[in-house]
């Protein structure tokens, strides 16, 4: 078992080089099945998440070469028509792209149902709804997802979502680029991972129109050809250091962001009384004066993201008086509560809403990361306690966090990994 080991107390103070974003290569890497000829990605987080799938790509015949830490040259000309390798795909949720990969590359697919984070329930029947709108049929074939085209191919369509999904967005924008005719999504997402994985696919060739808006509009072509794609900085890797300087204390320059993505973060963390300072590429987070409590409601781009949930809470569990956050995404995401409670904050939860009155500090002791936003909420109020925080369960946070060890050290933090034998292997996964 991976542990973290932080000595808290000490402000953060430095910059900080934001990676590529993961829900943006976690559609890009699986979208390259599409293409034929080699897609040279840049900018690609060196993180767990990633490091599975291209294990997956590489498993189906892909040709990758990796030109740096985070340059790829991914060739999937010669890919076999084949399963996709279960035990891997059900570790990642991201694997639910292959099926739009796979059917549109090979129209059909069989993939394992992912797998993912306990927030509660988290069907994909709308990505399912999507395929077979664009005439795909869809069975669960012991534990599998089996989609197979008709003869005639795959028939654009007009796809209209129930529930605002990211993930369905973007697999039915993949397994259309390559349909016949137009398909419409419809109540379409609008997050930044969105527009990139649209950005990549028409860097290789195809037609997608509208990404970033409610209506996505992707006419289908014969093929797509190789190309050179840089993925666009993480917005929730940049909001969480954003966090961690509002939360401990300090003067953090945030480098390679885009300040547009931040917009809702910034404006919250300066309602609570953080001074933020946007450049055209970078954020400046200062905070020496005390933390004012605020309200949140997660809800999908351009609202308050639910993976920076955690994190804004422990802000809000060190500011004065009572703040609220409530959960528009999922079911259930409070389950980090009870660990921050442990350290002494004050936290009750109802279901979707917590209520955090605000302590003056908390104290350092053994948490665990529930999952992998949860567990860059323990590292935050572990920085911001006062004694030793052990966080146990660390590999959620390296999934997607790349060298947070490091990034956090050069600030000033005093932060260690520990590999300790473990006695009670947890594999549930993340994403
Ligand atoms: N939903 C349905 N049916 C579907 C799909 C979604 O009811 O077919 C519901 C979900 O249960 C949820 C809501 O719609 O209540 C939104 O889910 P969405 O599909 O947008 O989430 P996702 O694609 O499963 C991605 C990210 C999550 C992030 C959410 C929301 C990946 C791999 N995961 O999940 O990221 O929380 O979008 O922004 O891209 C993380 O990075 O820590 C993480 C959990």
Redesign the pocket.
């Given at each position: 078992m991976l542990k973290y080991v932080i000595h808290g107390g000490e402000p953060l103070n430095g910059k900080v080089l934001i990676s590529g974003a993961?829900?943006a290569a976690?559609?890009i890497l699986p979208a390259t099945l599409l293409v034929k000829g080699t897609c040279r990605i840049e900018n690609v987080p060196d993180i767990s998440?990633i490091r599975l799938l291209l294990q997956i790509l590489d498993e189906m015949g892909a040709d990758i070469r990796r030109l740096g830490a985070n340059t790829l040259e991914i060739d999937c000309t010669h890919v076999r028509d084949s399963v996709a390798p279960v035990e891997l795909v059900r570790r990642?949720?991201?694997s639910?792209?292959l099926i739009g990969a796979q059917l549109g590359r090979f129209g059909h697919a069989t993939v394992a149902l992912?797998g993912?984070?306990n927030?509660?329930?988290?069907?994909?029947?709308?990505?399912?709804?999507g395929f077979e709108a664009i005439g795909a049929n869809v069975e669960l074939v012991s534990g599998c997802i089996v989609a197979k085209a008709p003869e005639t191919g795959l028939q654009g369509a007009r796809v209209n979502?129930?529930?605002?999904?990211?993930?369905?967005?973007?697999?039915i924008m993949i397994g259309a680029v390559l349909a016949n005719g137009t398909t419409w999504i419809e109540n379409a997402?609008k997050?930044p991972?969105i527009v990139d994985l649209a950005n990549f696919l028409n860097a290789m060739g195809a037609k997608v129109y509208g990404a970033g808006t409610d209506v996505i509009r992707v006419r289908g072509v014969k093929s797509l050809h190789g190309g050179f794609y840089s993925i666009i900085p993480d917005q929730?890797e940049a909001g969480t250091y954003m966090a961690a300087a509002a939360a401990v204390g300090g003067d953090v320059l945030v480098q390679n962001v885009i300040p547009k993505h931040m917009e809702c973060i910034t404006a919250k963390l300066r309602e609570m009384g953080v001074e933020v300072t946007e450049y055209e590429d970078a954020i400046r987070v200062v905070r020496t004066g005390p933390l004012r409590r605020a309200n949140v409601k997660t809800m999908?781009?351009p609202g308050f993201?639910?993976?920076m949930q955690s994190q804004v809470a422990v802000c809000m569990a060190l500011a004065e008086g009572i703040s609220i956050i409530t959960e528009g995404?999922?079911?259930t995401?409070f389950r980090y509560c009870a660990e921050l409670n442990r350290m002494g904050a004050s936290i009750q939860v109802d279901t979707k809403v917590a209520v955090i009155d605000g302590v003056k500090q908390l104290h350092g002791c053994a948490v665990k990361a529930c999952?992998?936003?949860a567990g860059a909420a323990m590292v935050i109020a572990g920085l911001a306690a006062d004694g030793t925080t052990t966080v146990e369960d660390v590999h959620f946070i390296e999934?997607?966090y790349e060298c947070m060890i490091e990034k956090l050290r050069a600030l000033g933090a005093d932060i260690s990994r520990l590999e300790v034998p473990d006695q009670h292997p947890d594999v549930s996964e993340?994403?």
């Open positions: 993961k829900n976690v559609g998440d990642i949720r991201a639910y792209y992912p993912g984070c927030f509660g329930p988290r069907p994909i029947d709308q990505h399912i709804k979502l129930d529930v605002v999904s990211v993930g369905a967005t973007m697999n997402a997050e991972h929730i999908p781009y993201p639910t993976d995404i999922y079911d995401r999952d992998l936003r999934r997607g993340a994403g």
